[in-house]
């Protein structure tokens, strides 16, 4: 026999029926356990299913090993040489790990690398434009470099004043 613990709720439901007396037995019915097929609260997907006949199996976690730069270096190095020195084969390089370099320290010394990138396009096109004399070429050659230096010193200025509000 359970006793029922709440005392005033047993004296709420006398006074309601006109009972003269209170009974503190247990007259509420006790509670009934959820089946296990209808409990997805505390059985696993590997319990309910095994449940239902089913059989999982379970595949162990694969680790990989993470890369370091030195194996990522090495492989890139390998990429970029043939392996046979007869051999025509087309060779795949990955220049992934150098640009991402390339972006870190562009990010630190506050460089914009696509006004960069289109200084060093002109900079080819008049290299290799046969309408230009050598003097004119190497002309605005020297003005795209200083172009070039002066992208490079603002962005360093910038860095640094990002650097001091820090």
Same mark, same amino acid.
């Given at each position: 026999?359970?006793?029922?613990?709440?005392?005033?709720?047993?004296?709420?439901q006398?006074?309601?029926?006109?009972?003269?007396?209170?009974?503190?037995?247990?007259?509420? +019915?006790?509670?009934? +356990?959820? +089946?296990?097929? @209808?409990?997805?609260?505390?059985?696993?997907?590997?319990?309910?299913?095994?449940?239902?006949?089913?059989?999982?199996?379970?595949?162990? +976690?694969?680790?990989?090993?993470?890369?370091?730069?030195?194996?990522l270096?090495? @492989?890139?190095?390998?990429?970029?040489?043939?392996?046979?020195?007869?051999?025509?084969?087309?060779?795949?390089?990955?220049?992934?790990?150098?640009?991402?370099?390339?972006?870190?320290?562009?990010?630190?010394?506050?460089?914009?690398?696509?006004?960069?990138?289109?200084?060093?396009?002109?900079?080819?096109?008049?290299?290799?434009?046969?309408?230009?004399?050598?003097?004119?070429?190497e002309?605005?050659?020297?003005?795209?470099?200083?172009?070039?230096?002066?992208?490079?010193?603002?962005g360093?200025?910038?860095? @640094?004043?990002?650097?001091?509000?820090?």
């Open positions: 026999m359970m006793i029922n613990n709440n005392y005033a709720q047993q004296v709420a006398a006074k309601s029926n006109n009972a003269l007396v209170v009974s503190f037995d247990n007259t509420t +019915p006790a509670v009934q +356990p959820i +089946p296990g097929e @209808k409990d997805t609260l505390t059985l696993s997907d590997k319990a309910l299913a095994m449940m239902n006949g089913n059989e999982i199996k379970e595949i162990a +976690p694969t680790y990989l090993r993470p890369e370091s730069a030195r194996s270096l090495a @492989k890139s190095e390998t990429l970029n040489t043939t392996q046979d020195g007869d051999a025509k084969e087309d060779v795949v390089v990955d220049n992934r790990f150098s640009e991402i370099m390339q972006n870190i320290l562009d990010k630190r010394l506050g460089i914009d690398r696509e006004k960069l990138e289109e200084l060093e396009a002109l900079m080819e096109e008049i290299a290799n434009n046969e309408n230009m004399s050598p003097e004119e070429k002309l605005a050659l020297e003005k795209l470099a200083k172009m070039r230096e002066k992208i490079i010193e603002e360093r200025e910038i860095q @640094k004043k990002i650097e001091q509000t820090d």
